[in-house]
């Protein structure tokens, strides 16, 4: 048995504190996030509270605890819309090229170049802009730049595979575009998707944290590490921990998830691995 | 003294032994060609002279070089060995060139590395000269030419030129010819035994065939599982081997005719007729990559299908399995119009080519092997399913026990088993095999042919043999189908083709064919004249 590489490690390792603390939140943490506490503001961290207290006095802990679990949730449904839209699309796009209509890869794919020519936090920020601020707006805003990522990879991985002698061999036994695409296609792809999901996981988070820092993501009195970031801005020389934790915490968690996908490419891909001897004897 | 001699070479790769006690030597001039199956570490010895071995190699053992010891040699005393002593060709000339820059500058490039004395102009010139040695004229191949332009075997002529601009005392050739046509084939082995005559080197031919190696080699090395089985030079070696895998290897390069007789009753599987199909280019301008054939397969009958790479042959294949559509004509199965319909599919199935990309990596054998069960439109219990799929791996010789296993535990032959399992599962009338054994080793090869020929006798299938090499289906068909340009140039009975080819194009592919016997004739005549 191989060792699993570093990266792998240390990046689950860092992703699953953070699982953990935005699970815990559910049913503890610390203090009351919402409950204000004015003359308990500004605290330094210590043993009461252990990442400080802000300008209301709330608990910093806390805050992050459940600031986090809102970013990881958005994320998740963000990148699933991403994936269930867009890797459908991209089999699709695939196989009817392959089987000889190219017109719908056509619109398709200028359709993805169009949405990836705007910068996706500034597509973010169109869509909470014109549709108001909330966390639901904004999940469907990150989710919609996923749907291209997805899409597009999906597209190039599937058209390679389409070429492949085992998918004729399946071609020849009648099977269809799409039983082709689940029974043979899919499976292939699946570690590609892990991977490109766990990056896409992290820029969502990133994403997620940029729309609160504008106040277009999580609404107040949520508390969300985008916007604590922003609180902290303007106390930052008396009071520099807001900023430092916040940060830290989008900083580790992306660091961790970035780290994860790494590592699990490097398992998946048999590309990469380590050949064994056998293996290259000509 | 030898140019090379390599004296009890051991690698190996993580403690597994790869190479044990070679020992070859090549001479000023000569020729000297290293036969094996894949896995015998022919490659391997190759690298090792080059000194280009995978991480984890260890060497031991001499390879001496113009009175030096390579393996002594650090890594950039190396560079300069290989920068100016020994040149290589590859195998793949599709992918040995780079194919931003035109062949010009990639020939450049390396003249200028070889002496960096030379001007500008001077460079032009000497590579102008080399791609002239290579049979590449500046009339038709400028040096702004870009590699896409030029066909296989011109690209494999660049590569050589590049090789060659070293002005290498060695050349170490890995299988130049496998990805190459059979007429493309004749022609590089042609230019490269003159090119070391003129240019007195010597050259180390790595390849799998020894009927295409004969006829150029002066000293043949048969190798296996790491180990020089026998070596010899190429005029005595075939009177004097001893060894029984030498004997097997050169008894199927050999042509043999089995005269066949076989009962077909009239009844007719498959009916083309006036098949066209055309691609549309850029532009207004379309390609017609098949153009009017027409032909009947009847029962228990086999038909091959010849011809080179881009003659339309694939196109045709793609067609009559009813994955591509067709312009105008009718393919007739079993007497009904075929254009894809699920229904007649289980009367046709098809081989392929790449026994490696023939199956899905991620599903077991059982599962591989039952895929055309879809076809069937009263669905079989799983039972029934898995009782099917034992008895078609054992018509094919393979085991019960296969069925729980991926096909990467499997060789190429045994691959190549199971896709012929496949295709028979749901006995259908015609086979179509696609180039089936151009990517087997030699014995394999036979080996599967010979199973195809029993399958064909007791389950009476019908096949049609798709390859570009006329002596592959002398043996398993009946008829012979040349086509050219996406036109049939010539049919007839197979014995017929052989022995009284009547279209020029025909005789220049029997020709071409790799023959043992046609070879050392070839060499003996040579011979000959030297001495007349």
């Given at each position: 048995m191989k060792s699993l590489p570093l990266s792998l490690l240390v990046g689950s390792g860092l992703t699953l504190i953070f699982i953990i603390m935005a699970g815990l939140s559910f049913v503890w943490t610390p203090y009351d996030v919402t409950a204000l506490n004015i003359d308990q503001k500004f605290l330094d961290p210590s043993l009461l509270h252990l990442l400080g207290t802000d300008h209301f006095g709330r608990d910093v802990l806390s805050m992050i605890m459940v600031g986090t679990r809102n970013a990881i949730a958005v994320s998740i449904i963000a990148v699933g819309i991403g994936m269930i839209i867009g890797v459908p699309l991209g089999l699709w796009v695939a196989g009817s090229r392959m089987n000889g209509?190219?017109?719908f890869d056509e619109i398709l794919m200028r359709g993805n170049d169009l949405i990836f020519a705007f910068p996706s936090l500034l597509m973010a920020i169109m869509i909470t802009a014109v549709f108001g601020p909330g966390v639901i707006n904004a999940i469907i805003a990150i989710g919609i730049f996923n749907i291209p990522v997805f899409a597009r990879m999906t597209r190039g991985a599937a058209m390679g595979l389409w070429s492949r002698e085992y998918i004729?061999?399946?071609?020849?036994?009648?099977?269809?575009m799409w039983r082709i695409s689940y029974e043979h296609i899919l499976p292939n792809i699946l570690n590609l998707l892990i991977v490109q999901a766990t990056i896409q996981f992290s820029i969502a988070i990133i994403a997620e944290a940029s729309l609160s820092y504008v106040g277009l993501g999580t609404q107040p009195p949520m508390p969300s590490l985008g916007r604590m970031l922003n609180e902290a801005q303007t106390m930052i020389f008396f009071a520099p921990w807001l900023a430092y934790f916040p940060g830290g915490a989008i900083v580790t968690m992306v660091l961790g998830l970035n780290l994860m996908g790494d590592g699990i490419r490097d398992v998946?891909?048999?590309k990469l691995r380590q050949r064994k001897g056998q293996d290259v004897v000509a | 003294m030898s140019l090379l001699n390599i004296q009890g070479l051991l690698l190996s790769i993580h403690g597994s032994e790869i190479l044990s006690n070679v020992a070859i030597g090549v001479e000023e001039g000569q020729i000297v060609a290293i036969v094996g199956e894949s896995g015998s570490g022919k490659s391997m010895t190759a690298s090792a002279v080059m000194q280009l071995v995978p991480n984890g190699a260890e060497m031991s053992g001499n390879v001496w070089f113009m009175d030096d010891n390579l393996l002594d040699k650090t890594e950039a005393e190396m560079c300069d060995v290989r920068k100016n002593h020994i040149g290589m060709v590859f195998q793949e000339p599709?992918?040995?060139?780079?194919?931003?820059?035109?062949?010009g500058k990639q020939v450049i490039e390396a003249v200028r590395l070889a002496d960096k004395s030379l001007s500008k102009d001077q460079a032009r010139e000497k590579a102008e000269l080399m791609l002239h040695k290579v049979g590449l004229e500046q009339t038709r191949f400028p040096l702004n030419t870009y590699p896409h332009k030029l066909s296989g075997g011109q690209r494999q002529r660049v590569v050589i030129a590049i090789a060659l601009s070293q002005n290498p005392r060695l050349l170490i050739a890995d299988e130049p010819t496998t990805a190459l046509d059979v007429t493309t084939q004749s022609q590089i082995m042609k230019l490269l035994k003159k090119l070391v005559k003129q240019e007195n080197m010597g050259l180390l031919l790595i390849s799998h065939d020894l009927a295409v190696v004969a006829e150029v080699a002066d000293h043949i090395v048969i190798m296996r599982n790491g180990k020089v089985i026998e070596q010899g030079n190429t005029d005595i070696f075939f009177n004097e081997m001893s060894d029984d895998y030498s004997k097997e290897l050169f008894a199927a390069s050999k042509l043999t005719f089995k005269d066949k007789k076989s009962e077909k009753s009239s009844d007719i599987i498959l009916d083309i007729k006036n098949l066209k199909k055309d691609y549309k280019l850029s532009g207004s301008k379309k390609l017609r990559a098949v153009d009017n054939v027409s032909f009947r397969l009847k029962k228990g009958e086999n038909i091959g299908l010849v011809g080179e790479s881009g003659c339309g042959k694939s196109t045709l294949v793609r067609c009559i399995l009813g994955v591509e559509a067709y312009k105008s004509g009718e393919i007739l199965l079993n007497g009904e119009v075929f254009d894809g319909q699920k229904e007649l599919r289980k009367h046709i199935n098809a081989v392929f080519q790449d026994p490696f990309g023939s199956f899905n990596p991620r599903h077991m054998v059982k599962r591989v092997v039952a895929e055309p069960f879809y076809l069937i439109d009263t669905p079989l219990s799983s039972t029934e399913q898995l009782s099917k799929v034992e008895e078609m791996l054992n018509h094919v010789g393979l085991n019960a026990d296969d069925m729980d296993k991926y096909s990467h535990e499997f060789s190429g032959g045994q691959r190549q088993r199971i896709a012929i399992a496949r295709a028979l599962i749901t006995e259908p009338s015609v086979i179509v095999l696609d180039e089936a054994t151009s990517a087997l080793?030699?014995?394999?090869?036979?080996?599967?042919?010979?199973?195809?020929?029993?399958?064909?006798e007791n389950l009476g299938i019908s096949y049609l043999f798709i390859s570009h090499d006329l002596t592959t289906v002398?043996?398993?068909?009946?008829?012979?189908?040349?086509?050219?340009?996406?036109?049939?140039?010539?049919?007839?009975p197979t014995n017929e083709i052989y022995n009284n080819p009547q279209h020029p194009y025909t005789n220049t592919l029997l020709e071409a064919s790799p023959d043992i016997t046609k070879a050392l004739n070839d060499k003996r005549n040579e011979l000959d004249d030297n001495f007349v």
């Open positions: 209509g190219s017109f004729m061999a399946a071609r020849v036994c009648g099977k269809g998946l891909d048999p | 599709m992918t040995a060139l780079n194919p931003v820059q035109t062949i080793d030699v014995l394999i090869r036979e080996q599967i042919l010979e199973l195809l020929e029993n399958l064909s002398r043996n398993i068909t009946d008829r012979v189908l040349v086509m050219k340009d996406g036109i049939i140039v010539e049919q007839g």
